[in-house]
């Protein structure tokens, strides 16, 4: 049964750091993986989504890698902003059955001014 | 363009009231989800529906009911509230039919339902 795990479970650092979170997942055969964002009181909004046969995506000041071999995804931002503040959500498609997301339970992140 | 809207946002129910959760997304997407999202437990997938007049159970199923007889709206029901049902509920859909196939797992949010059952 796939499982996914996000460490650290919150991340508190000063505005303008560069930072990783960590996602891992048990089954290699994925479809894709993705990362999504939750502001407190509101909905998931998709960030990037990487194919199983990809190694990374990128989209402005975020940087997401895939190594299906290790089961790890990073999710990489860059100078972060008060405004990235929010908890951050891994989730991955099955290869067996990539109708549905098997979620992590997202890393809170404070980024402080 | 309005995406997933979910209604209501907040509602208080009393153990054994029924109820009803709207979403309604103006994608036409084929895929539809409800999810609910409790502390320490993440998100859990209630039932899904891969187009108008289908829908499937997901993880934790039991207790809800749900129905598809418009593309654009996905229902979920209660059938006789109990304290553990509640939680926050998200519905989502995804892919566009003429989309590609790679975007489907891309899902659109809305921005959720808190349900207290007392």
């Known amino acids: 049964k796939q499982e996914v795990t996000q460490i650290p479970a919150a991340l508190s650092v000063p505005e303008g750091e560069n930072l990783v979170l960590n996602c891992s997942f048990t089954d290699s055969a994925i479809y894709n993986l993705q990362w999504f964002r939750q502001d407190p009181g509101k909905g998931l909004t998709s960030l990037l989504l990487i194919q199983s046969s990809q190694r990374e995506q990128t989209s402005g000041r975020l940087n997401a890698s895939l190594d299906k071999s290790s089961g790890r995804s990073t999710l990489y931002i860059a100078a972060s902003q008060p405004g990235d503040s929010a908890t951050y959500l891994c989730a991955v498609a099955n290869a067996g059955n990539n109708r549905k997301l098997i979620w992590g339970l997202g890393t809170s992140l404070a980024v402080n001014p | 363009n309005a995406g997933v809207t979910q209604t209501p946002k907040f509602r208080v129910l009393k153990t054994g009231q029924s109820m009803t959760l709207l979403c309604a997304q103006d994608?036409?997407?084929?895929?539809m989800y409800w999810y609910r999202q409790d502390p320490g437990m993440g998100l859990r997938l209630i039932h899904y529906?891969?187009?108008?007049?289908?829908?499937a159970k997901g993880e934790v199923p039991d207790g809800y009911n749900v129905s598809r007889l418009k593309k654009q709206n996905f229902l979920l029901g209660l059938e006789s509230a109990a304290p553990s049902q509640t939680s926050v509920y998200f519905c989502?859909?995804?892919?566009?039919?003429?989309?590609?196939?790679?975007?489907?797992?891309?899902?659109?949010f809305g921005a959720g339902t808190r349900l207290s059952v007392l």
């Open positions: 529906s891969v187009g108008e007049g289908t829908t």
């Open positions: 994608m036409n997407h084929e895929y």
């Open positions: 989502a859909s995804s892919y566009p039919r003429l989309g590609s196939p790679l975007a489907k797992n891309i899902q659109y």
